[in-house]
């Protein structure tokens, strides 16, 4: 992408309004717009990181056996009068009437619809379990929406549910999610850590916020070190075997956040495994039961092994996917802008020509431009007439995880300077050992 053609409308003040360094850097580095209090637009480069992220999100859930439908925004109240969750949810739900003055409501959570959905086509414990995910807008009227789209009132959400025969089966369900969610995180370039939690307006009693660890996190956490530097990418998952042990192993190491912080069981760790970190919640998994499917509820049943009927074990899992833009850069900036992890990265590399009207320079870049494209490496040129001192603010800006620079002296004697966002280092190179080392 030449970026003399893009829509990338960085700005050069610090946004007043933005009190967060994400929220600073998403509007600085024209990811979003918000249109009006906790609802966005997503620009070019920001819509990619979104995409990005759906992506991995969704080959994790594919990968341990959930399957993607789409719900609507909008939904009926009558469902959510059968649940009994409509006087519930309060103010938090945005609801309103349609011209025949039927009662709607746009989707906070789809509990109720997703078990609609159940009901209508599945009769008998042949079928379970089913695993049924969505990837959808949400809407949450939110008292103060703040930090961008960290608390938005409009967010998009990866949301799970699992129906199961019984108890063991949820559990199953639950585990598959756990993993599932470990590894996404992980794919994103984060460390999430579970920890039990709090099942608030969900319900049910098995439950874990997944939590990742940034300076600027609004909770307090305390975790064991040896979560934090586990890596679950270099271990081998499969979804059709027993993962209660792998589950184990994570659960049975102590982390916390500060409503469950319990300083005696803190106290028990060895000093250096001791970490007290801020965080912020990316993902949170519930198992419920009967909550919805039983009879208090939308009373739900399908034949079970004995001919008799039986409510389906429930359980939900979501993951803030707009969310989850502001807390990779929460987690990774610096001073000088975002530093994107290679694979949410908008485009890989940033392409600085900083003398453009130079025959050699511009050759040289047009040159660089045309192989990493034709080898499959997204690269943004900067092409404008700008001084270079833009250029380079506004590539640190962006946070690309790469920067080619090609200035005339350089590609007079065909040389480039390869920069690495992430640390800084950089090397001169010439034509062909950067490209090696970009394509290789
Ligand atoms: N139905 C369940 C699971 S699908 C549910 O709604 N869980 S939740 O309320 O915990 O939300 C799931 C995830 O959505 C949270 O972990 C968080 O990452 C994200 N989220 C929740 N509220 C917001 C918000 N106001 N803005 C951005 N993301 C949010």
């Not at 609801?95 to 599945?122: Q, S």
């Not at 998952?237 to 469950?260: N, R």
Request: contains cysteine.
């Amino acid at each position: 992408m030449r970026l003399s053609r893009y829509f990338l409308p960085t700005l050069k003040e610090t946004p007043a309004e933005a009190q967060i360094v994400s929220h600073r850097l998403m509007l600085r580095a024209g990811l979003i717009r918000q249109q009006a209090a906790g609802i966005y637009s997503w620009l070019p480069l920001g819509f990619r990181v979104l995409e990005r992220i759906a992506r991995i999100v969704r080959e994790e859930q594919d990968a341990a056996g959930c399957h993607e439908i789409l719900m609507p925004t909008i939904q009926p109240a009558e469902l959510w009068k059968e649940s009994g969750r409509y006087d519930d949810y309060g103010k938090e739900m945005l609801r309103f009437r349609d011209r025949h003055d039927r009662e709607l409501l746009y989707g906070p959570t789809n509990e109720e619809m997703v078990t609609d959905i159940f009901r209508a086509f599945v009769k008998s414990y042949r079928q379970l379990p089913v695993l049924l995910y969505h990837i959808q807008w949400k809407f949450r009227d939110e008292v103060r929406p703040r930090f961008g789209v960290m608390r938005g009132r409009e967010f998009l959400m990866k949301d799970s549910y699992s129906f199961d025969l019984d108890q063991a089966g949820a559990r199953r369900s639950y585990n598959k999610m756990f993993v599932a969610y470990l590894r996404t995180f992980a794919r994103l370039g984060l460390k999430a850590i579970p920890m039990r939690a709090e099942t608030g307006p969900i319900g049910g009693d098995l439950s874990h916020e997944f939590i990742i660890l940034a300076e600027t996190g609004e909770s307090q956490v305390f975790v064991h070190r040896d979560l934090v530097e586990r890596d679950i990418l270099a271990e081998a998952v499969d979804y059709d075997s027993d993962l209660q042990p792998l589950v184990d192993s994570w659960t049975s190491l102590y982390a916390a956040t500060d409503e469950k912080h319990d300083e005696a069981a803190f106290a028990a760790i060895p000093p250096e495994k001791r970490v007290a970190a801020r965080g912020i919640e990316v993902g949170h998994i519930f198992y419920f039961g009967t909550k919805y499917s039983g009879p208090e509820a939308m009373n739900v049943t399908v034949q079970g092994p004995d001919g008799k009927p039986v409510h389906p074990e429930m359980g939900s899992y979501g993951i803030g996917v707009s969310r989850l833009v502001g807390a990779i850069i929460e987690a990774s900036h610096d001073e000088a802008g975002i530093i994107w992890p290679e694979s949410v990265a908008p485009f890989r590399v940033a392409l600085l020509n900083l003398k453009v009207g130079d025959a050699t320079t511009d050759a040289l870049c047009a040159d660089l431009y045309d192989r990493l494209r034709a080898n499959g490496v997204e690269v943004l040129y900067d092409d404008r007439e700008e001084r270079a001192g833009v250029k380079f603010a506004d590539a640190d800006l962006i946070g690309l995880p790469w920067q080619v620079i090609v200035g005339p002296k350089g590609a007079a004697g065909g040389m480039v300077e390869l920069k690495r966002r992430k640390g800084g280092e950089r090397h001169e190179l010439d034509r062909d050992a950067v490209l090696e080392r970009l394509i290789g």
